[in-house]
């Protein structure tokens, strides 16, 4: 079982739509969570931190599960600019105090007019 | 203020040749890290580095060596070339738990 799961989608849903999605992780020690957007094999860039209370940017909600093991994102009013892969990133403790971040595979969502 | 910095962008190779991807940044961050990507695969790690001097292995280190002899560089070797490694390669740089800042990778193919 790979340590961070995503569903791969696509997720393609019309614009204004409300979109959600869901990433699974194995490790309990998890420390620290993030979105990452990629935009057609360009370098991934960050959406957003999860924080254990939730957090909100705009259209954009993350939320962390501890006790179930995931994380999720919600866009709401979805636009066509949204189209991305969304990848979950979650650091886990490694040797020596580290963390090591493991990346899901992405989700990718089609918005279209 | 360039941030990440990975050279070269593009590069063809040809199997058993030898090479060194570069990635330097300037924010000082303790953490670089070395991936590649393929269709389907995502974002697999090949070695990662803690600190200056120190490196360590990730999901796939087969193929592939690095070095940290400065801070603010990572570089990635291919030693003999393989088409198994024709990928894109991005390198990142963080802080201890905080969020990466990647480059905008290295397209390598092997003939």
């Known amino acids: 079982r790979k340590e961070v799961e995503q569903d791969p989608g696509p997720f393609n849903v019309p614009e204004g739509a409300t979109v959600a999605f869901n990433c699974t992780y194995s490790n309990s020690a998890s420390q620290s969570f993030f979105w990452y957007r990629q935009d057609c094999r360009k370098e991934p860039k960050l959406l957003m931190s999860v924080y254990s209370s939730g957090n909100e940017d705009g259209r954009f909600t993350a939320q962390l599960n501890r006790a179930s093991q995931y994380i999720s994102l919600l866009i709401r009013d979805s636009k066509l600019s949204d189209s991305a892969t969304y990848l979950c990133?979650?650091?886990?403790?490694?040797?020596?105090?580290?963390?090591?971040?493991?990346f899901g595979r992405g989700t990718s969502l089609i918005v279209h007019p | 203020n360039a941030g990440v910095t990975q050279t070269p962008k593009f590069r063809v190779l040809k199997t058993g040749q030898s090479m060194t991807l570069l990635c330097a940044q300037d924010?000082?961050?303790?953490?670089m890290y070395w991936y590649r990507q393929d269709p389907g695969m995502g974002l697999r790690l090949i070695h990662y580095s803690v600190g200056e001097g120190t490196t360590a292995k990730g999901e796939v280190p087969d193929g592939y060596n690095v070095s940290r002899l400065k801070k603010q560089n990572f570089l990635l070797g291919l030693e003999s070339a393989a088409p198994s490694q024709t990928s894109v390669y991005f390198c990142?740089?963080?802080?201890?738990?905080?969020?990466?800042?990647f480059g905008d990778g290295t397209r390598l193919s092997i003939l």
């Open positions: 990133v979650v650091n886990m403790g490694a040797s020596g105090g580290s963390y090591i971040p493991t």
């Open positions: 990142a740089s963080s802080y201890l738990g905080q969020p990466q800042h």
């Open positions: 924010m000082n961050h303790e953490y």
